[in-house]
Nanobody
Framework: QVQLVESGGGLVQAGGSLRLSCAAS????????MGWFRQAPGKEREFVAA????????YYADSVKGRFTISRENAKNTLYLQMNSLKPEDTAVYYC?????????????WGQGTQVTVSS
């Protein structure tokens, strides 16, 4: 079972950049497709970006396409989210997500979240 710990959140002005990291431990990192989700106050958790186990395939929400980049470094068991051109509407708690599929069963794992606040 993998444990996920996010870091890198903080307060930034609109137009600025942040890089989030997610350190994985306790499992085989390459067994997991990874992703980022976020949840703003009063809203449901929403998908931000995802990446395949090899890093060869990525997916983005339309709202972040062209501004955010997801990547992973399997040798370091670490997932990243580079966020550029940040907007106030990007303010949310960002969660790292890992998904493993085993004989048709899906297993989901979440980090504790890291706060990102973008001031206007």
């Amino acid at each position: 079972q993998v444990q996920l710990v996010e870091s890198g959140g903080g307060l930034v002005q609109a137009g600025g950049s942040l890089r989030l990291s997610c350190a994985a431990s306790g499992g085989t990192f390459t067994d997991y497709a990874m992703g980022w989700f976020r949840q703003a106050p009063g809203k449901e958790r929403e998908f931000v970006a995802a990446i395949s186990w090899s890093g060869g395939t990525t997916y983005y929400a339309d709202s972040v396409k062209g501004r955010f980049t997801i990547s992973r470094e399997n040798a370091k068991n670490t997932l990243y989210l580079q966020m550029n051109s940040l907007k106030p509407e990007d303010t949310a708690v960002y969660y790292c997500h890992g998904k493993r599929t085993d004989y048709g069963h899906e297993y989901d794992y979440w980090g504790q979240g890291t706060q990102v606040t973008v001031s206007s």
